[in-house]
């Protein structure tokens, strides 16, 4: 089932149609990996210098990355809560003097869960864009399904966090009430 240039499913073609192809220069063909295209070189070239006018160079590259992280913590209350929770999952691991290779998975959760943050929120974002103030049953699935993601990941970081900090933390807290 592929799409038809009018963005209609047609259930007799295996491969996008010819004028499909023509219309989107970046789909790919089925034969190499390469994008197909019929524009001229210097047309395609210009294409492409215009991709990096969004950001000329490394260091504005990360101001937008800033500003999307900026974004998300400022607005998303539980990307906020992830931090939080995060932040005191690490410092707890440093406080009990977790190893190294212990911290490391400790700080991949987290970044697990902040990375799949991000992403659910790009989605909705995008999703709020296309649909705007209606409804769209498949709109709700795509969102449930982000938000879907970021809650098994979470879940996945509580228990990795569990199994790392919980018994060092035991064992110090045992030692603290047997001294007194």
């Given at each position: 089932m592929t799409l038809n240039p009018d963005f209609t499913t047609s259930t007799n073609a295996t491969a996008p149609t010819p004028?499909?192809?023509r219309s989107n220069p970046l789909l790919m063909s089925q034969e190499s990996s390469s994008p197909v295209s019929e524009w001229s070189e210097p047309e395609e070239k210009t294409r492409r210098n215009l991709a990096w006018n969004v950001a000329p160079n490394l260091l504005v590259s990360f101001k937008y990355a800033w500003a999307g992280l900026r974004y998300a913590f400022i607005t998303q209350r539980n990307f906020r809560i992830h931090t939080i929770i995060g932040t005191i999952a690490i410092t707890l691991g440093m406080t009990l003097r977790v190893s190294g290779v212990e911290m490391a998975i400790v700080g991949?959760?987290?970044s697990l869960v902040l990375t799949f943050e991000l992403l659910n929120t790009a989605l909705e974002s995008v999703v709020d864009l296309t649909v705007k103030q209606?409804?769209?049953?498949?709109?709700?699935i795509a969102k449930d399904c982000a938000a879907g993601a970021v809650l098994?990941?979470?879940?996945?970081?509580?228990?990795v966090g569990c199994l790392i900090l919980l018994p060092p933390l035991y064992a110090t807290t045992n030692s603290l009430f047997n001294h007194l």
């Open positions: 004028q499909l192809l991949l959760t987290i209606s409804y769209h049953e498949l709109a709700k098994v990941s979470a879940i996945a970081a509580i228990f």
